[in-house]
């Protein structure tokens, strides 16, 4: 049986808690998605800073200080921009953790390189930043939960 996005929600909160960790979110095809599943659990407030939904360019590298050549070498959806968000939402919230995803969940705006369904996720851990590239599948709504799926799942396992 496939976890619920809340039952992901709550195994997070209990690394959290048991480390002692803060975490936080820098959010951008998810519109917030990740941060709405975390402070659904009871007691959130105290593991969970917020987060930053940064749609745009401006945006990214407005709040999450991530470089303009990097948007303008890689673009939004790429490593090096979801690996800076990750930092840069961490150092600006001070936390010890954090989640950062940047993709296309169309229906549009992909293309030959970057297709829909293109998602990067990079978590950030005292200090360590890890990323990977996925090219999930389905409409809007299913990139957008599997992104989000993935990146609750594997920040417990960096935190375990």
Same mark, same amino acid.
């Given at each position: 049986? $496939?976890? $619920?996005?809340?039952?992901?929600?709550?195994?997070?909160?209990?690394?959290?808690?048991?480390?002692?960790? $803060?975490?936080?979110?820098?959010?951008?095809?998810?519109?917030?998605?990740?941060?709405?599943?975390?402070?659904?659990?009871?007691?959130?407030?105290?593991?969970?800073?917020?987060?930053?939904?940064? /749609?745009?360019?401006?945006?990214?590298?407005?709040?999450?200080?991530?470089?303009?050549?990097?948007?303008?070498? /890689?673009?939004?959806?790429?490593?090096?921009?979801?690996?800076?968000?990750?930092?840069?939402?961490? %150092?600006?919230?001070?936390?010890?953790?954090?989640?950062?995803?940047?993709?296309?969940?169309?229906?549009?705006?992909?293309?030959?390189?970057?297709?829909?369904?293109?998602?990067?996720?990079?978590? /950030?851990? %005292?200090?360590?930043?890890?990323?990977?590239?996925?090219?999930?599948?389905?409409?809007?709504?299913?990139? %957008?939960?599997?992104?989000?799926?993935?990146?609750?799942?594997?920040?417990?396992?960096?935190?375990?």
């Amino acid at each position: 049986m $496939t976890e $619920t996005l809340s039952d992901l929600a709550l195994q997070l909160s209990v690394e959290l808690e048991k480390q002692s960790l $803060t975490m936080a979110t820098a959010e951008s095809c998810t519109g917030g998605w990740v941060s709405q599943v975390l402070t659904a659990v009871p007691g959130s407030s105290g593991w969970f800073e917020g987060g930053i939904v940064s /749609y745009s360019n401006a945006m990214k590298h407005r709040l999450l200080d991530v470089s303009e050549e990097l948007l303008s070498t /890689y673009g939004a959806v790429s490593q090096p921009v979801a690996e800076q968000m990750a930092r840069g939402v961490a %150092r600006k919230l001070g936390v010890q953790a954090s989640i950062a995803i940047s993709g296309i969940a169309g229906p549009g705006g992909g293309t030959v390189d970057k297709p829909v369904g293109t998602v990067h996720i990079a978590w /950030y851990r %005292r200090g360590k930043t890890f990323s990977e590239a996925f090219l999930f599948t389905g409409d809007r709504q299913q990139v %957008r939960e599997q992104s989000v799926r993935v990146a609750l799942s594997e920040l417990i396992r960096l935190l375990q």
